[in-house]
């Protein structure tokens, strides 16, 4: 059971343009949710963070929208840039319960120079 | 301040063996989790330690152990190793636990198992 589902195994991008990653879940309990970034051979690394509360956050040219009634959030990338190209995963989590991450399957981001 | 280490950073074994993964957290952090990333399946979670104490538990098998010391630096175990625990073996950590904090991960230990 896939709580957190990126169903865009792959997506490729030009230099310059904006590239949207989506990922949904199923868990209406999930109130905080993050985007991580990994290269290979490397951890992945924090990009950006949403509570249930908002649903935008912006950090440069990092934008991610939480559209709680869909169960849908999304990264904006803008202007994508050559070293973005990279995995990407969303997680959730939430406060009440067994508190833990669930990741997506991750998007690879392949932005063409 | 230094960030999250794994130790070994790659690892092989043949079936039947066991292994111990370290990781040292960020200084400040008391919380650690584990994470398992095969092709596919994303990052799994293992466990979450907290001040020495197993918080959560993911679905894997009793194989799959972990402890946290005072320090808060934490080990994983697998004993009686598979093909498919072939992995990469991931750490994070965090300064809370059950709370809306990011956590940092480790690079990972890479684990093969023949």
């Known amino acids: 059971d896939q709580q957190v589902k990126q169903n865009s195994p792959s997506l490729s991008v030009q230099e310059g343009r904006i590239s949207i990653l989506n990922c949904d879940y199923t868990?209406?309990?999930?109130?905080?949710f993050l985007w991580y970034k990994k290269y290979p051979a490397e951890g992945p690394t924090f990009l950006i963070s949403i509570s249930s509360i908002k649903d935008k956050n912006e950090d440069g040219r990092f934008t991610v929208f939480l559209n709680k009634s869909a169960k849908h959030l999304s990264l904006h990338i803008v202007p994508s840039q050559p070293g973005d190209s990279a995995v990407y995963f969303c997680a959730a989590s939430a406060l009440s319960g067994t508190y833990k991450y669930i990741f997506g399957t991750g998007t690879r981001l392949k932005v063409l120079a | 301040k230094a960030g999250v280490t794994q130790t070994p950073r790659y690892l092989i074994k043949t079936r039947g063996q066991q292994v111990t993964l370290s990781c040292s957290p960020i200084?400040?952090?008391?919380?650690v989790s584990w994470y398992q990333q095969t092709p596919g399946q994303g990052l799994q979670f293992l466990f979450e330690y907290f001040s020495e104490t197993q918080r959560n538990k993911g679905n894997f098998p009793g194989r799959f152990s972990g402890r946290q010391f005072s320090n808060s630096r934490s080990e994983m175990n697998v004993s009686t190793l598979e093909l498919g625990d072939s992995a990469l073996y991931l750490c994070a950590s965090s300064t809370v636990s059950g709370a809306q904090e990011t956590q940092y991960f480790g690079p990972g230990t890479r684990l093969l198992v023949l």
């Open positions: 868990n209406s309990m999930f109130d905080y």
């Open positions: 200084s400040g952090h008391r919380s």
